[in-house]
């Protein structure tokens, strides 16, 4: 019977295998170790996508508050009186900055971060005009601020002529900030001064 036991006992112990706790060790570390690293690359990609999503929210905050509009009416002037509004006349228009906007340069003088002003007829698409600047409410320098007020006056470009009932559009570009487009139609009967709205 003690021999049975006993080989009961040397069969339970022959083929046995095991680890030692060096081993695990070494196996829990490797765990550690590839967690920490996804661990790492999970966050960084979070804060890199944070920091581009902050970057195009500023960016459109930057659009929006850079945005001009018209104050009142826009005033056609026929200096020639020739039933024709051509280059020798004017088309005037106010503009200020749309609430919470940053300044913006009106200085027609400047070749960088000013405002350019396009036009469009029928028969053209002229861009840069050269446009004259009216201050009426300002602080003495070239920017357009909260509260202030600037009447801009353009000439429609040579060799163009806007006639009775004929559209045309102005594009006020700013250096950041949206396109202000002021699109008008001519009465049907032109006048030395009209008030297009």
Do not use: C
Request: proline share 4%; no cysteine; charged share 20%.
């Amino acid at each position: 019977m003690r021999d049975r036991i006993a080989r009961l006992f040397r069969s339970l112990h022959k083929k046995e295998e095991g680890i030692t706790g060096l081993e695990t060790a070494i196996i829990l570390i490797a765990f550690v170790i590839v967690a920490s690293v996804f661990a790492f690359v999970v966050l960084s990609t979070g804060l890199f996508s944070a920091e581009r999503g902050k970057e195009t929210v500023f960016a459109g905050l930057e659009k929006a508050r850079g945005n001009l509009e018209v104050r009142g009416a826009l005033t056609v002037t026929d200096s020639d009186t020739n039933g024709i509004i051509d280059s020798a006349d004017a088309i005037e228009f106010n503009v200020g900055l749309a609430a919470g906007g940053f300044p913006i340069s009106l200085d027609p003088t400047a070749y960088t971060n000013t405002v350019v002003i396009n036009y469009i007829d029928a028969q053209n698409r002229v861009a840069d005009l050269t446009y004259l600047v009216t201050w009426i409410l300002e602080d003495g320098e070239d920017l357009l601020e909260v509260g202030e007020l600037a009447e801009i006056t353009v000439s429609p470009p040579a060799g163009s002529g806007l006639a009775a009932n004929e559209m045309f559009t102005l594009e006020v570009v700013p250096p950041s900030g949206g396109t202000l487009l002021i699109n008008r139609t001519m009465p049907p009967e032109i006048d030395d001064v009209m008030d297009l709205h």
